[in-house]
Every structure is written in C-alpha cells, then in structure tokens.
C-alpha cells in the first residue's frame, strides 16, 4: 500500500452480526492507497467489537440510534479527513477504489462515485437489467462539463436511483450536515441526491467497477420490500420530479425493479 498524506476515511457502518463485515474490511485494508478505517455501530455486539480489534481497527458507538440516517450521519461525523466513504459491512471494495476517488477529486465536487457490480450467492454480477439501466442513466455524467450541470443530473435521477450509495465518497465540506434525513427508510440516498442535485458543484461518475454490491435476504434494502415501503417511499421521489399523473406511471414501472433485489 502506498503511503500519502490521508485524505480520505472509510467509515464501516456495522450492524448487528453481518457474517460478512470481516470481508469488507478486508477489502479496505487490500487498497492501493491508503485510507483510514474506522467502524461505527448503533449495535455494539462481541462479532464487531472482535472484528475491530483483530484488525486494529477503532470502534466509534451511537448511543443515540434513530435509524438508517441516523447511523449514517454519525458514520460522516467520525472522519476528520476532507472525503468519507460510508462503506457498508456487506460490501466490499476494489483495490484501486480509493486511487480512483483521490485522482478524480475536484475542488467543486459534492460527491464521487463509482460504477458497481452485483454479488449474488457469492458471485460477482458485471451486467444484468438493472445494471444496464442505471448506466444508461448515468451516461451523460460521464463527461465532465455535464457533471456541474443541475438539469444533467436530475434527468438522471428523474426516472430511478442510478447511484449505488456504498460506491459514493462525501466531499464533507461542500455538503450540508448533517446531510441525511430521517423521514426516508428506504431511499434515504436517492433523497440526498436529489436534494444536493440542485446544488453547485459536481457529481463526479467514475464509469468503473470498483465496488461489489452484495444482493441477499438479510439485507435493509431486502427487508423495506418485502415491507412495501418502498414503493410509497419511490413515489414521493418520483413527485420532486413529475406531475402525480406520470410520477405515478413511472411508479408502477419502477416497482418491477425491485425485483432485481430478491434471491
């Protein structure tokens, strides 16, 4: 790993006892440059707290749960570096992920993300529907003069959440803190796009695969289906965007592709 002034920090979010955090840090630890970890838990339990010491890792607590926001904002506060990773525990990133984030940095930008792939029973996903669709989305972003454009990326939002939340790197100090809001459950990110798309500044798409997603039943994503929050949660999006008539068509198109997150 090479050794750099650090400027970026990995937050793990842990919840619960996820058989799979060991192998995101792991994954962070594997990077080509170096980035500070820290983990931060709403659920402190022996799997997490052994984690981190086998690794060295510090473990930063929320007495104060109030949900997914609420982990997430507190995950923000811990770093002191200028760009945060809110990596989450089921997640892992590619060695060149935190390369790739620092040498696209830009002054303006209010975040940097990457392309992603899906990790279904244990094996990565390049391309499928649900993939494809958000590339498609994201396309325009791929050029630079489009990334500041607040018309350019509202279209992209405008007809589903392209943006793989692990995959997004915070630039803290062109954000608004605390950034995530509580009312959402499910689509806690897309609102957060869609609220700072309005912003100055970019959104800097790097069309990279550089972070595994991982698709299983245990995960929040799985379980706010199965609950049927997230269509309503979809449709209030959808209404920033659109008249209710069409926001409603769109709806009901859209609710197929939660499909895509069930085994």
């Not at 949900?67 to 506060?77: H, R, S, T, V, Y």
């Not at 003069?145 to 350019?152: D, E, G, M, N, T």
Request: neutral net charge.
């Amino acid at each position: 790993m090479e050794q750099n002034t650090v400027r970026h920090t990995f937050v793990v979010c842990a919840y619960k006892e996820s058989p799979y955090l060991e192998k995101c840090i792991e994954s962070l630890m594997k990077q080509t440059v170096e980035s500070r970890i820290i983990v931060a838990t709403s659920t402190p339990n022996g799997l997490i707290s052994d984690t981190c010491e086998k690794y060295g890792l510090t473990l930063r607590v929320n007495e104060k749960h109030t949900g997914i926001a609420g982990d997430w904002n507190f995950a923000m506060e811990q770093a002191d570096t200028e760009l945060v990773t809110i990596a989450h525990q089921d997640d892992i990133y590619y060695p060149a992920y935190s390369e790739s984030i620092l040498k696209s940095y830009a002054d303006d930008a209010l975040i940097i993300f990457t392309d992603y792939a899906e990790i279904r029973n244990g094996k990565t996903v390049l391309a499928n529907v649900n993939l494809r669709i958000k590339r498609i989305l994201l396309f325009p972003l791929r050029i630079s003069a489009l990334q500041r454009s607040p018309f350019i990326r509202r279209r992209s939002l405008s007809l589903g959440n392209p943006i793989c939340c692990p995959a997004v790197t915070y630039v803290r100090k062109n954000l608004p803190q605390p950034f995530f809001t509580e009312h959402f459950r499910s689509n806690v990110d897309w609102d957060a796009w869609e609220r700072i798309s309005k912003n100055k500044g970019r959104f800097v798409y790097i069309p990279k695969v550089l972070t595994g997603h991982r698709i299983h039943s245990g995960s929040e994503t799985s379980a706010t289906i199965e609950g049927s929050v997230r269509s309503g949660e979809d449709m209030e999006i959808f209404g920033r965007f659109w008249p209710p008539f069409v926001a409603g068509l769109i709806n009901r198109f859209y609710v197929n592709s939660e499909k895509s997150n069930e085994l």
